[in-house]
């Protein structure tokens, strides 16, 4: 499974940006498919994913300002970002597991900064 993230950059404190992530597969057949970021100096966090269901969960810290979304004609994964706060700062990568295998994509970076 290749995943190719982008749509990071720069942006002010209470703005909006929204990441893409194409999937090599149907978004379908994976389980789950999510977004994590990690801050300098910080471990991977998870932001928020999909399960095989169609059900999603979310970090407390983005709950009501984040949004995932998928659209599998595209076969890309989104996140939809709000209220970006300079703390939300990290490089975001997409994620997938299939078939007991878990795959990465290179990050795409965004920062809140005015």
């Known amino acids: 499974v290749q995943l190719q993230a982008s749509g990071g950059g720069l942006v002010q404190p209470g703005g909006s940006l929204r990441l893409s992530c194409v999937v090599s597969?149907?978004?379908?057949?994976?389980?789950?498919v999510a977004w994590y970021r990690q801050a300098p100096g910080q471990e991977r966090e998870l932001v928020a994913r999909?399960?095989?269901?169609?059900?999603?969960d979310y970090a407390d810290s983005v709950k009501g300002r984040f949004s995932i979304s998928r659209d599998n004609t595209r076969k890309t994964l989104y996140l939809q970002m709000n209220n970006l706060k300079p703390e939300d700062t990290s490089v975001y990568y997409c994620?997938?597991?299939?078939?007991?295998?878990?795959?990465w994509g290179k990050g795409t970076l965004v920062t809140v900064s005015s």
């Open positions: 597969r149907s978004i379908f057949s994976i389980n789950p």
């Open positions: 994620y997938a597991r299939y078939r007991a295998v878990d795959y």
């Open positions: 999909f399960f095989g269901t169609g059900s999603t």
